[in-house]
């Protein structure tokens, strides 16, 4: 991902165990579940570590990601702070315009990313969504293949569960 840095500051992923993915939501919201109808499943990441979700950290710095879709359906929880998501429908970018794949996740060059210095509205272009701000205790829910940038704040974290494929096929915003 990109990291807009001003000064001093860090950004990391961190993958967390399945187990520990359903404590975490057990604690901060118990009725998630419930409210976004669908639930999480295990991957194994690149080093055969098998997780249940990772989380984005931003501490006095921003970031983005690129312009990418995932394998699997997501939700991202907001633990902290603000993150502003951009969504795409699968079909509105093609892949053979400068695309890359990396380890299942599709990406875009960055003048077609909204949150990245390099975006060029004329040459390239968002063809997606507004942005969406999600605050702390706030959750997006995306399917599969959807096309999505995801901007997060200094100061602030978001955990992104991979979903079970069955039940999250639309987009959802889950609120307190």
Avoid at 52 to 58: P, R
Avoid at 104 to 111: K, N, Q, R, V
Wanted: net charge neutral; aromatic share 10%.
């Amino acid at each position: 991902p990109g990291v807009d840095v001003k000064g001093e500051g860090w950004y990391i992923q961190v993958p967390i165990s399945y187990d520990h993915t359903l404590w975490i939501i057990d604690q901060i919201a118990p009725k998630l579940w419930e409210k976004a109808g669908a639930k999480a499943k295990k991957v194994k990441g690149m080093d055969g570590f098998e997780r249940g979700s990772l989380a984005f950290m931003n501490m006095k710095t921003s970031s983005y990601t690129k312009v990418h879709k995932d394998a699997s359906s997501t939700l991202l929880l907001v633990t902290a702070g603000t993150r502003k998501i951009w969504l795409a429908e699968p079909h509105l970018y093609a892949v053979d315009k400068g695309g890359w794949n990396c380890m299942g996740t599709t990406m875009l060059p960055d003048c077609h990313n909204p949150a990245a210095p390099e975006y060029d509205p004329v040459k390239c272009g968002w063809k997606g969504s507004e942005p969406v701000t999600l605050k702390t205790g706030e959750a997006i829910m995306f399917p599969k293949e959807w096309w999505h940038v995801v901007k997060g704040e200094p100061e602030s974290i978001a955990i992104g569960i991979d979903l079970s494929e069955a039940e999250a096929c639309t987009v959802k915003r889950i609120q307190n």
